[in-house]
């Protein structure tokens, strides 16, 4: 709370001191437009089939991503076709695209798109491009295939760990003995080591390279948290033993008869089932949540100082983003180690070993 107060505290700061400055002589200029940051803010959290990094209009500097599109037929491009504002009409064998909002929309020449309370209603071709997100995860992978073959390497010469290996090993024996051991049991927590040891490496490479200049904000991205949430999904219940499920359906037990816990029961089973989805589901949002958060306040705090139109508010605005950066740099390790450490609770619950008690 001590945290949230001094915000509130800095933000009347500001705002009160950007007001007196924007305001001295008003009686003498005229009114000018507003700065609206909310473009410039989604344009920076947002997906894009082209990788911006510098620059605007004409003299913006980017990287042209493939464009794989099925329209009767595979449609495969260079994203160069849409401009680096994806404001152009790509011609591809005699069919016509247009990008709108980050999808991709059938059109004519001219790039009409038809209308209905905001939403376009031309055809949209399925889309399996490799988006400014989709490049970003493929880099995360790849640097992650990187670092295991070189401490691979490192272990194959001498059982002592040298170079990426030293590295790489805290992290591994720290997911494997706090996390796996810990929330899984040591029957069974084995088994499960690898998957999130490659979890907890993925989210936390991504939420890094989310941190820098010009990169993809690919774990604010809900369709890249909805896939991992799947994952822990399909392998919490498919490692389900039947104590798991025996307490989904019967979760008063066998002590009580089934006459007389069947009220209860109406209530209790769609809750537990219910329970199955709203698990994956909370990861899918807390992931999302968190690490979109941090870059909406970055990019506020900076567009401080376009909407006050002052210079004296620079320090304050810049000195505020350096400090949710750091911030952001902690979180990026803190969400990767929440988010396995659910999935290990979560396998753990449906792994568990029957209790028996002792007379």
Same mark, same amino acid.
């Given at each position: 709370?001590?945290?949230?107060?001094?915000?509130?505290?800095?933000?009347?700061?500001?705002?009160?001191?950007?007001?007196?400055?924007?305001?001295?002589?008003s009686?003498?200029?005229?009114?000018?437009?507003?700065?609206?940051?909310?473009?410039?803010?989604?344009?920076?959290?947002?997906?894009a089939?082209?990788?911006?990094?510098?620059?605007?209009?004409?003299?913006?500097v980017?990287?042209?991503?493939?464009?794989?599109?099925?329209?009767?037929?595979?449609?495969?491009?260079?994203?160069?076709?849409?401009?680096?504002?994806?404001e =152009?009409?790509?011609?591809?064998?005699? %069919?016509?695209?247009?990008?709108?909002?980050?999808?991709?929309?059938?059109?004519?020449? =001219?790039?009409?798109l038809?209308?209905?309370?905001?939403?376009?209603?031309?055809?949209?071709?399925?889309?399996?491009?490799?988006? %400014?997100?989709?490049? *970003?995860?493929?880099?995360?992978?790849?640097?992650?295939?990187?670092?295991?073959?070189?401490?691979?390497?490192?272990y194959?010469?001498? *059982?002592?760990?040298?170079?990426?290996? %030293?590295?790489?090993?805290?992290?591994?024996?720290?997911?494997?003995?706090?996390?796996?051991?810990?929330?899984?049991?040591?029957?069974?927590?084995?088994?499960?080591?690898?998957?999130?040891?490659?979890?907890?490496?993925?989210?936390?490479?991504?939420?890094?390279?989310?941190?820098?200049?010009?990169?993809?904000?690919?774990?604010?991205?809900?369709?890249?948290?909805?896939?991992?949430?799947?994952?822990?999904?399909?392998?919490?219940?498919?490692?389900?033993? %039947?104590?798991?499920?025996?307490?989904?359906?019967?979760?008063?037990?066998?002590?009580?008869?089934?006459?007389?816990?069947?009220?209860?029961?109406?209530?209790?089973?769609?809750?537990?089932?219910?329970?199955?989805?709203?698990?994956?589901?909370?990861?899918?949002?807390?992931?999302?949540?968190?690490?979109?958060?941090?870059?909406?306040?970055?990019?506020?705090?900076?567009?401080?100082?376009?909407?006050?139109?002052?210079?004296?508010?620079?320090?304050?605005?810049?000195?505020?983003?350096?400090?949710?950066?750091?911030?952001?740099?902690?979180?990026?390790?803190? *969400?990767?180690?929440?988010?396995?450490?659910?999935t290990?609770?979560?396998?753990?619950?449906?792994?568990?070993?029957?209790?028996?008690?002792?007379?």
């Amino acid at each position: 709370m001590s945290f949230k107060k001094l915000l509130i505290v800095l933000h009347l700061i500001v705002f009160c001191f950007g007001f007196a400055e924007t305001h001295e002589g008003s009686t003498e200029t005229v009114k000018e437009e507003k700065y609206n940051p909310v473009p410039f803010i989604m344009h920076h959290i947002a997906d894009a089939h082209n990788w911006h990094l510098w620059g605007e209009g004409h003299n913006s500097v980017g990287i042209s991503l493939p464009v794989i599109l099925w329209d009767n037929g595979l449609k495969v491009f260079s994203s160069e076709k849409f401009g680096h504002e994806e404001e =152009n009409v790509a011609e591809v064998d005699g %069919k016509f695209y247009k990008v709108f909002h980050n999808k991709i929309y059938a059109t004519d020449t =001219n790039g009409t798109l038809d209308m209905h309370e905001g939403h376009p209603t031309n055809d949209a071709p399925l889309d399996f491009s490799i988006t %400014k997100v989709v490049a *970003q995860m493929l880099l995360a992978a790849v640097i992650l295939l990187i670092i295991g073959l070189a401490s691979a390497s490192s272990y194959k010469k001498s *059982q002592v760990p040298s170079g990426m290996a %030293k590295f790489i090993e805290p992290i591994v024996v720290f997911v494997r003995d706090e996390i796996a051991l810990q929330n899984i049991g040591s029957v069974r927590y084995q088994k499960y080591v690898p998957y999130l040891v490659t979890l907890f490496l993925f989210i936390w490479v991504l939420n890094i390279l989310g941190l820098l200049p010009g990169a993809a904000n690919t774990t604010g991205n809900i369709a890249f948290t909805m896939v991992l949430a799947v994952f822990t999904l399909l392998i919490v219940n498919l490692s389900g033993r %039947k104590t798991y499920w025996m307490h989904m359906f019967d979760p008063l037990g066998s002590n009580m008869p089934f006459a007389g816990k069947i009220l209860v029961y109406i209530i209790l089973v769609p809750v537990e089932l219910l329970g199955i989805i709203t698990k994956p589901f909370a990861l899918m949002i807390r992931l999302f949540a968190n690490m979109t958060a941090g870059h909406i306040i970055i990019m506020s705090l900076i567009a401080l100082i376009f909407i006050m139109q002052t210079y004296a508010i620079t320090p304050v605005s810049l000195g505020l983003s350096l400090f949710i950066y750091v911030l952001e740099v902690l979180v990026a390790a803190l *969400q990767a180690y929440i988010f396995t450490m659910l999935t290990a609770l979560f396998i753990g619950s449906a792994v568990e070993e029957p209790h028996h008690d002792h007379h």
